[in-house]
């Protein structure tokens, strides 16, 4: 079986999106604030990034615990929902310019027959035009998605 | 009855960007023509207009995600011609380390996982399997060199710029970091397992062309100009040096300051496609149809600077430099393994060298002139970004040719032959579509880099009949699996 070499572990929050289309830009904002508030804990990494990309795979295999953190367009009740994520290699043909996490949680069960629990937390955008400021709206929203983050990061530590 | 059919591949798989092809058919049921159609637009030429010259950089990078580091270079080339200031080595270094980084990282992620599901897997496998996902169930221990290799290539952009897309780098002038020699340490630490990969890549597809010795010499193969950037020797330089065109014989037709390229390349527009048609303008268009990226630089340099890619050259020339092959776009992907070995050695060449941990990384001066062009080769091919601005250097034309637009007869080409050769008497099966998009497959094409064009990347096969009537559509599904 091929192998990684990452040699970190534990929980690792992963926010995506486009920083430079205003709330787009709302997961790698709440990874910024998250790393700030829950920094002093050891054994949690953070990764704020444009897009997702194949070779994160790399990066993904030694956590035992993904959290990804994204902007969405739909219309949600709190502002932001939390789903479980499964490994899915359906979206088989292969966008180079960026992936599911999904997809990713697929390869890493296909190439290192890893399967990490995971979480996608979205968070609802308003205003997805140019720029880079967040609008209060999401980053209302992007409050309660921390909440919701930091207790399940608690949760899982209790369990440890 | 029927007279005559059309056939739509819409969206085209594997590719960077949005196509379709059209394939009319005629009474017989036989090919009487083939398009390949890219139809979005973005118009980074026009609204680019009026911006200061100093933030293309940043703008154009913005045009890919694949190669934002080509855009970024090519782009500070220009600005660094309107500065009139020749940047500093130690900067030249470093923007070359870093366009490295973006080859080895593209070349690796079109091999590893955009062609081998053709090449491992085999043209006519079940669509639902011949993808990615079928490469890895069934090559893991490849697929995940492959991903390292990308990851590799992708550190060495991150070591330079912040971030592995869209990095802050180059600017006019210079850069705007150097690099720790610790960093230069930890990228030295990856280089020995990248040649092993590298080395596994070229192994197969040298193995795969000589099993499949027929089908290269058949497939899209046909005569045409090639064109790269040349060092004062006449070898590979994918970050400068002349441009240079020759034959299909590969006999020098023109070597040039890629500045004055306008004296050598036109560029017609034809109204079924938003991409332009460049051409060689000594042969006139359509005979000037040239080809760039991994075949066209292949063919047009003497040789390649590194002695283990040079070696690969020769070994490649040995067996492939004749004219019955010579133009077979499956060559594309033998050619990109020996440049992506180059690569790898000349970014460990560059790490070695003293001068790239200098601290003379930029020059600042007001512009000295009003125009400004600025050449490299994209993985892809030649990119040309060529900037005119006016007295508060505020843009007034802005000229962009990548690679995909230079391949643009090519690939029609390509498209046409393949179509030819496998459709007959009507009969169009899953496989012989797969075939033709393999066959723009092989130039590795950005649709969105080479219209500049807004959406998503896939494509589509129409087959029309004689009279223009569409008889036929196949569409790739919303999952990517198969025609719909």
């Known amino acids: 079986m091929p192998e990684a070499q990452n040699n970190d572990s534990g929980i690792l929050i992963v926010g995506f999106g486009n920083t430079q289309r205003k709330d787009d830009g709302v997961g790698p904002y709440v990874v910024k604030k998250l790393s700030d508030m829950i920094k002093p804990l050891a054994g949690i990494r953070f990764m704020h990034v444009s897009q997702l990309t194949i070779e994160m795979v790399e990066d993904f295999y030694a956590a035992d615990v993904l959290i990804f953190v994204d902007a969405t367009v739909d219309r949600l009740e709190n502002g932001w929902r939390c789903v479980k994520m499964m490994p899915d290699l359906s979206q088989a043909n292969f966008q180079t310019h960026h992936l599911s996490p999904g997809f990713l949680l697929g390869l890493l069960q296909a190439l290192y027959q890893h399967s990490p629990m995971a979480w996608l937390v979205a968070v609802q955008g308003e205003d997805f035009g140019f720029g880079h400021e967040i609008t209060p709206d999401a980053r209302t929203r992007a409050e309660g998605a921390m909440g919701k983050i930091i207790e399940t990061v608690e949760t899982i530590r209790k369990k440890e | 009855m029927e007279a005559t059919r059309k056939i739509t591949i819409d969206p085209i798989s594997r590719i960077e960007g949005h196509g379709k092809v059209v394939i009319n058919l005629d009474e017989k049921g036989d090919v009487k023509d083939a398009k390949f159609h890219v139809t979005q637009i973005r118009g980074f030429e026009k609204f680019c207009e009026g911006r200061p010259f100093e933030e293309m950089p940043v703008i154009t990078q913005r045009i890919c995600g694949i190669c934002p580091v080509s855009h970024q270079l090519a782009s500070a080339k220009a600005c660094d011609a ?262 790898l050695e000349k970014a460990g060449e560059i790490l070695k060298d003293e001068r790239t941990y200098g601290s003379d990384i930029r020059k600042t001066m007001h512009p000295s002139n009003n125009k400004g062009v600025g050449v490299i080769e994209a993985p892809r091919g030649t990119l040309i970004h060529h900037y005119e601005v006016d007295k508060y250097g505020a843009l007034t034309k802005v000229n962009l040719i990548v690679a995909t637009g230079h391949n643009n007869m090519a690939m029609n080409n390509s498209v046409g032959l393949v179509a030819r050769q496998y459709i007959r008497n009507g009969d169009v099966q899953e496989g012989i579509l797969n075939r033709i998009e393999g066959a723009i497959r092989c130039y590795d094409p950005c649709l969105s880099c080479s219209t500049h064009a807004l959406g998503q990347m896939p494509l589509r096969v129409e087959v029309l009949s004689a009279n223009g009537d569409l008889i036929h559509e196949l569409q790739k599904d919303p999952e990517g699996l198969g025609y719909a």
């Not at chain 2, 290539?153 to 600017?171: D, M, N, R, T």
Request: proline fraction near 5%; charge should be neutral; hydrophobic fraction near 40%.
């Open chain 2, 82 to 343: 309107i500065l009139g200031v020749k940047i500093p080595e130690t900067a030249a270094l470093l923007r070359e380390l870093m366009h490295m980084g973006q080859f080895i990282q593209s070349h690796a992620l079109h091999f590893f996982y955009l062609a081998s599901p053709d090449l491992l897997l085999g043209w006519d496998a079940n669509p639902a399997e011949r993808n990615v996902v079928g490469v890895v169930n069934k090559f893991p221990e490849l697929a995940t060199k492959g991903i390292r290799l990308r990851k590799f290539g992708q550190e060495i952009i991150k070591a330079l710029g912040g971030k592995k897309i869209h990095p802050a780098f180059s600017v006019p002038g210079g850069v705007i970091n150097g690099l720790s020699r610790a960093k230069a340490r930890e990228l030295a630490d990856g280089f020995e397992e990248a040649y092993g990969t590298c080395r596994i890549a070229i192994d197969t597809i040298g193995k795969w062309v000589g099993d499949n010795l027929e089908e290269a010499q058949k497939f899209a193969n046909f005569r045409s100009n090639y064109a790269g950037l040349v060092d004062s020797e006449g070898r590979l330089n994918l970050y400068d040096g002349q441009m240079r065109i020759v034959d299909p014989d590969r006999s020098i037709l023109a070597q040039f300051d890629p500045a004055d390229y306008l004296n050598y390349i036109g560029e017609q527009v034809e109204p079924w496609s938003y991409l332009k048609f460049p051409f060689f303008r000594d042969n006139g268009f359509p005979d000037g149809c040239y080809r760039v990226g991994p075949l066209g630089r292949i063919n047009a340099v003497d040789a390649i600077a590194t002695p283990m890619a040079n070696e690969e050259l020769q070994r490649f020339r040995e067996k492939f430099d004749r004219a019955d092959i010579r133009g077979g776009s499956l060559l594309y992907h033998y050619a990109r393994m020996i440049e992506l070995l180059y690569c």
